[in-house]
């Protein structure tokens, strides 16, 4: 079982930054990939961004590309979400999720199986 943790989480003005940390217990942590997603008042959860087990391939959904950016240290267990040039629509409660995935190409954007407690991300305009 993958406990994993999230932080990092807060109020920012609009145009500001960011840095969530996901922290994971497993100690084979190394051979899942992890994506966040996240969550608005009424709306679906999302994907944002996923990394793959290595840190080697990444994905972004459109609306993120050039401002977050996905890093892992599987070091550390920790993953990591650069969240840069803030909007008020990017406010949401913030979740990791892992999946254990060691194929080639890049990380799945379906299906974690293990999931955080989230982290509420709050952009003021």
């Known amino acids: 079982q993958v406990q994993l943790v999230e932080s990092g989480g807060g109020l920012v003005q609009a145009g500001g930054s960011l840095r969530l940390s996901c922290a994971a217990s497993?100690?084979?942590?190394?051979?899942?990939?992890v994506g966040w997603f996240r969550q608005a008042p009424g709306k679906i959860r999302e994907i944002v961004s996923a990394?793959?087990?290595?840190?080697?391939?990444?994905y972004y959904a459109d609306s993120m590309k050039g401002r977050f950016t996905i890093s892992r240290d599987n070091a550390k267990n920790t993953v990591f979400l650069q969240m840069n040039s803030l909007k008020p629509e990017d406010t949401a409660v913030y979740y990791c999720?892992?999946?254990?995935?060691?194929?080639?190409?890049?990380?799945?954007?379906?299906?974690?199986?293990?999931w955080g407690q989230g982290t509420q991300v709050v952009v003021s305009s």
């Open positions: 990394v793959s087990w290595s840190g080697g391939s990444t």
């Open positions: 497993e100690r084979t942590f190394s051979t899942y990939a």
């Open positions: 999720a892992a999946k254990q995935w060691k194929l080639p190409g890049g990380p799945p954007i379906l299906n974690y199986d293990y």
